[in-house]
């Protein structure tokens, strides 16, 4: 087999998608159900069980463990019915939202968790304008059947008005809450069932029963019928499904079930290998790069630090974008044309971590490093590319921070700028002195890089109110001006983790003042990443 045919074979079989949803809708324990199916774990681990010796594999984090909540993006990959599936679990808070979108600039698909007795919540339906805003096929599982939830013909009317595009039923519940009895398969017509709190999976077959089985009619009786009645009611209103709208981002497939519980896990993992798309060409800013060309290139969309706190490593998260990657081969940086080594390359399931060897297009790989791949960074063989559209947004929050110890200023200091080139805050450095100021979505953002320093760092830190309440990044494309506009407003002026300069002010209508002064500066509310491609802060932005 030569190498070009051996990399398409390779890439067609790779499925990489990101689970998303509103907090508690039971993602994480989606994500380990689906590990324990495709037979990546043996038992799953429950993210409510906190003080049990079990914790949620895709939730590596001593504060997630302890707070039973994912704060942070983790990436697990498996082999599934002969898919190679890069699976990224992203967290449901909306303070760490900004990970979430980044995460979904580095997937093909992607699989949106609603809780049935809320419906489509607020996270939610901002997650959905994300991936409406990319045209990224969305699956819908409708999570927690085992309670007593809305009747799921509102639910399928609530989910479609929020897409905003047709849904397909592929699977429906029967009875909910302690009369859930399991789901219906559709196309199949027979009913997967399961018992409550299994911990495996049997291949046995023997749950899945036909649904004109005169047995289970009368073992089931009305629940049944009502039903079987629902599904040729939805069949007949909603249209047939259509895989390239659904591709294209415009039909989503909803799947019915009970994570916990293993009650419509299955479907949804066969859909993933089934319908979810193979990776595609992506864009960059010199050209559209496909996934079938021989030469190798990537982006970062993830940096985190500290994942084996006994080595204080940092691993940049690298999307493959084409070519095939082989452990030893030297990339360059496009960023600074810096030569990187891959000896160290890894795959990960969470927390755990393998030497990797090889890996082609749509697959996610870890490098070890120190500092030196950032967040939006583009390595290939040689080519100067830059991806496009991995956000930055600007803070919302601010905060002074500053050591409780002065002899652990170097930790603080090293710290800061770790988990500010990570993501996990904004880090700015005001160019009149002081304190550095941290900026961020919500109050949780803060409270957690409060815990990782002092635990990860040995820095315990005093978070203190700030003036600033709005952030805008400034450019001109006179250099001069530029130097002009940040001399005179030092006084509120600040450079973040890549050293792009930032305005901050305390109102929207200073800002409002500014802009109006300095027509020569443009304000950004958005930066794209490392290579500082912005966007202008429009009307209410």
Excluded at 79 to 99: A, K, M, W
Excluded at 397 to 426: C, H, S, Y
Excluded at 487 to 495: I, Q, S, V
Aim: aromatic share 6%; hydrophobic share 40%; proline share 4%.
């Amino acid at each position: 087999m030569t190498d070009d045919s051996l990399g398409a074979r390779e890439v067609a079989r790779r499925r990489s998608f990101a689970i998303i949803s509103h907090p508690d809708a039971g993602k994480t324990t989606l994500t380990e159900k689906l590990l324990l199916y495709a037979g990546a774990i043996q038992i799953a681990g429950s993210v409510k069980a906190r003080k049990a010796t079990r914790h949620a594999t895709s939730d590596w984090m001593e504060i997630e463990k302890q707070r039973g909540i994912s704060v942070a993006s983790s990436v697990m990959q498996m082999e599934y019915r002969n898919c190679v599936i890069n699976l990224l679990d992203t967290p449901g808070h909306q303070d760490f939202s900004e990970d979430t979108y980044r995460v979904l600039t580095a997937v093909d698909s992607a699989l949106m968790v609603i809780d049935a007795a809320n419906g489509v919540e607020p996270q939610t339906r901002r997650l959905i304008e994300v991936c409406r805003a990319r045209n990224t096929p969305l699956i819908t599982f409708v999570n927690k059947l085992d309670r007593e939830v809305k009747k799921p013909l509102d639910l399928m009317d609530e989910i479609e008005q929020a897409l905003g595009m047709p849904v397909v039923p592929f699977t429906w519940p029967v009875g909910m809450g302690k009369s859930f009895a399991g789901v219906i398969d559709i196309a199949q017509s027979h009913i997967r069932l399961f018992r409550a709190g299994q911990d495996r999976v049997s291949d046995s077959g023997a749950d899945r029963v036909s649904t004109d089985d005169r047995q289970l009619r009368e073992q089931l009786g009305s629940s049944l019928v009502d039903a079987l009645n629902e599904v040729e009611l939805v069949q007949g209103a909603m249209p047939s499904f259509d895989r390239e709208a659904f591709l294209a981002g415009r039909q989503s497939p909803v799947f019915f079930g009970s994570a916990i519980n293993n009650f419509g896990v299955q479907e949804v993992l066969d859909a993933l290998a089934d319908l979810s798309p193979a990776p595609g060409p992506r864009g960059a800013v010199q050209r559209e790069v496909n996934p079938g060309e021989s030469k190798f290139t990537a982006v970062v969309f993830k940096v985190q630090a500290n994942m084996d706190p006994a080595h204080r490593d940092r691993v940049a998260f690298l999307r493959i974008c084409s070519g095939r990657f082989e452990r030893g081969m030297r990339l360059k940086i496009s960023r600074n044309n810096k030569e990187i080594r891959t000896n160290n390359a890894l795959s990960f399931l969470s927390q755990r971590r393998d030497i990797l060897d090889e890996a082609f297009a749509g697959d996610i790989i870890g490098l070890p490093n120190h500092g030196l791949l950032r967040l939006g960074d583009t390595l290939t063989e040689g080519e100067i590319l830059q991806f496009k559209g991995l956000p930055f947004f600007a803070p919302e929050m601010f905060r002074m921070v500053e050591t409780a110890d002065p002899m652990r200023n170097k930790q603080l200091r090293t710290g800061l700028m770790q988990l500010g080139e990570e993501g996990a805050i904004q880090v700015f450095r005001p160019h009149s002195g002081g304190a550095m100021l941290l900026g961020a979505v919500g109050q949780l953002q803060f409270e957690v890089v409060a815990h990782r320093l002092k635990t990860e760092y040995g820095a315990e830190v005093r978070l203190l109110g700030s003036r600033f309440n709005v952030a805008r990044w400034v450019t001109s494309e006179d250099p001069k001006k530029l130097a002009q506009f940040l001399e005179e407003n030092a006084h509120r002026t600040a450079e973040d983790v890549v050293g792009a300069p930032v305005l901050l002010t305390a109102h929207r209508s200073e800002l409002d003042v500014v802009q109006e002064r300095w027509p020569q500066i443009r304000f950004h509310a958005l930066r794209e990443h490392a290579g500082l491609i912005f966007q202008s802060d429009l009307a209410g932005a």
